[in-house]
């Protein structure tokens, strides 16, 4: 992929995340937003609920029927008893909305008797249509009887208080809490023309931040019952907790879709890179065999004339040699090819482990001045292994440590109860933090600045590894900052 078209892929990929997160960050926004509202209401709808009760038992408590015979016109009479004047237009406008008068159905005249004993009304009463006018006294007439469907013919009320008991609302209302489910503390307060004349529970507190005022038809004219409740975002989040999680849960994947994607392109890129270096150096690898090669064979046939067979021997020595050296360079190709399709197979056979790395060692040490130690602590140590890929890996790995270290490579073997671990360090610069989770990487070089001054393929430690995992063992970089160590674990059987 070209960088320009990664760019735009990178570029494409962030803005998709931003427009996820938005929109699940708006979409949240507007259902705590909904929940919130919705919960309001349910404590609003408990409140009603609770002052309907209320006023409901406190009819049955204060309001007494009695069925009496028809007096004049054969109407049905109220009579209506306060214990104060002051109550008596409070009372009528309750029992105007407790039973659905009409507005038109008002008292426009009427005069209060006091002294010790209870009051009643006298007077004109308006006839719409639900009243009929009476000039009896301390007698009001109705002519639809429907809207007092409790009241066959006299009510009689002992006592009307404007003031609602609170004590006793708030016991209505815990009911209706614990039926919907709520838990918190509450206040209550009673307003009559915005002045608050009745409270419970300190509604002042600082804990309670939010509140909803009833205004019940049971309620005297112009008065509000409020509550006051504490924050209730711990409760909206309870209630939208599973739109919340899967909507956590569907950013989560769809960004981390995206990342991944990122990641694969990422990873794609480096490794068109490394097989791009790849045939580069190989490339040059098969040249100069073939070349060579090539150059000995016209030395036979152009500058042989005398046919010189001492000559002929030097010549078909150097091609022989490069051919080798070219045959063991496509063998590593093919098994790399043959790794990635998993048709490679392991042949164990018994091999005794410490011969193996001695003859490795001996090999390596006529190819290089360098000082390669291997000290082991026995003269035989038994394993299952396929020999000739075995081999390679250490081969591999000495070689590594001859090219890219120090000026000692230094091998040690230790015998554990399952498996046996080899050690192959070298006194070299240690490889970066960064750089060790990737040398294992098909192709992959550490790069210098661009170029790689050491001959090589990227191939070794990736074919080393895969070996190793054939064999159940396992080849690791070992964390040390002072040297490269890689440990080789191989089990006995």
Not at 195 to 201: C, G, L, P, T
Not at 277 to 289: G, R, W
Not at 315 to 343: C, F, H, P
């Amino acid at each position: 992929m070209k960088k320009s078209n990664q760019t735009r892929v990178v570029y494409f990929i962030g803005i998709v995340i931003m427009i996820t997160l938005s929109i699940q960050a708006y979409w949240n926004a507007k259902n705590y937003s909904v929940n919130k509202a919705v919960l309001t209401n349910e404590v609003l709808s408990a409140l009603n609920n609770s002052v309907d009760t209320y006023y409901t038992n406190v009819i049955k408590t204060d309001v007494t029927t009695e069925v009496t015979d028809s007096i004049g016109n054969n109407q049905s009479n109220i009579v209506i008893q306060a214990n104060s004047p002051e109550e008596l237009p409070g009372l009528l406008d309750s029992i105007k909305k407790k039973y659905n008068l009409d507005d038109t159905s008002v008292i426009t005249t009427h005069t209060i008797e006091s002294n010790d004993m209870p009051i009643t009304t006298k007077g004109t009463l308006v006839n719409m249509d639900s009243f009929i006018t009476s000039t009896d006294s301390n007698t009001v007439s109705f002519d639809s009887i429907a809207k007092l469907t409790e009241m066959a013919s006299k009510v009689i009320i002992s006592m009307f208080n404007q003031r609602v008991e609170l004590n006793k609302l708030s016991d209505y209302l815990k009911d209706e809490f614990k039926r919907k489910g709520f838990d918190f503390d509450f206040a209550l307060s009673q307003t009559q023309n915005g002045k608050v004349i009745n409270s419970y529970n300190n509604p002042q507190d600082a804990q309670f931040k939010l509140f909803v005022d009833s205004k019940s038809a049971y309620l005297p004219q112009d008065s509000a019952v409020r509550i006051s409740f504490p924050d209730i975002t711990l409760l909206v989040l309870k209630e939208s907790f599973a739109g919340l999680f899967l909507s956590l849960i569907l950013s989560a994947c769809t960004i981390a879709c995206l990342l991944y994607l990122l990641k694969i392109i990422n990873q794609q890129k480096q490794i068109m890179l490394s097989k791009n270096d790849f045939i580069s150096n190989i490339s040059h690898e098969l040249k100069t065999p073939i070349a060579t090669s090539m150059s000995a064979i016209e030395g036979i046939q152009h500058f042989n004339k005398e046919e010189d067979r001492e000559k002929t021997q030097k010549y078909l020595g150097i091609a022989s040699g490069q051919l080798q050296k070219l045959s063991v360079m496509v063998e590593k190709i093919l098994e790399t090819v043959s790794l990635d399709t998993n048709r490679l197979a392991i042949e164990k056979e018994d091999i005794d482990l410490i011969e193996l790395v001695n003859g490795v060692v001996e090999k390596h040490r006529l190819n290089t001045k360098k000082e390669i130690l291997f000290n082991p602590d026995r003269n035989e140590l038994k394993v299952k292994a396929d020999p000739f890929h075995f081999e390679n890996v250490l081969s591999n790995i000495i070689e590594n440590g001859i090219k890219y270290g120090g000026d000692k490579v230094e091998i040690s073997i230790k015998a554990n109860y399952l498996n046996a671990d080899i050690l192959i360090a070298n006194n070299g610069k240690a490889i970066d933090k960064h750089q060790r989770e990737r040398i294992f990487d098909k192709f992959y070089r550490i790069p210098t600045q661009n170029q790689h001054d050491i001959k090589g393929y990227g191939i070794g430690l990736y074919y080393s590894k895969i070996i190793m995992e054939k064999h159940k063992g396992a080849l690791v970089l070992l964390p040390d900052t002072k040297e490269t160590t890689f440990k080789i674990t191989l089990p006995y059987a």
